[in-house]
């Protein structure tokens, strides 16, 4: 089996200026998701990846994280918006 992710195109998808404070908003915000996921499953804080110990160095608040993590997370959050945006949402703030 060969996968192809074929994710929606946003590549024309800009998005408003208001809403870009969201962004590190949404980025924490995944990051507290998949943290406390991770601590649900017995997962701890560890120096370095230990799967069989169920250790994790990224299991600390948003931010002490390295800034490539907090990254990838910012992308996730963009990414996310802007496929709402794509799919003919609206976001507002009220």
Do not use: C, F
């Not at 370095?48 to 931010?63: A, G, M, N, Q, S």
Request: negative net charge; glycine residues 4%; hydrophobic residues 35%.
């Amino acid at each position: 089996m060969t996968y192809e992710p074929m994710p929606i195109d946003t590549t024309n998808v800009e998005l408003p200026v208001a809403i870009m404070n969201l962004i590190e908003v949404l980025a924490s915000n995944t990051h507290d998701s998949w943290a406390k996921q991770r601590i649900a499953e017995g997962w701890r804080y560890g120096p370095r990846r230990d799967d069989e110990r169920k250790e994790h160095p990224d299991l600390v608040p948003y931010e002490r994280l390295p800034e490539v993590e907090k990254q990838y997370d910012r992308v996730s959050a963009i990414q996310t918006l802007r496929v709402i945006i794509a799919l003919g949402y609206s976001i507002t703030k009220s």
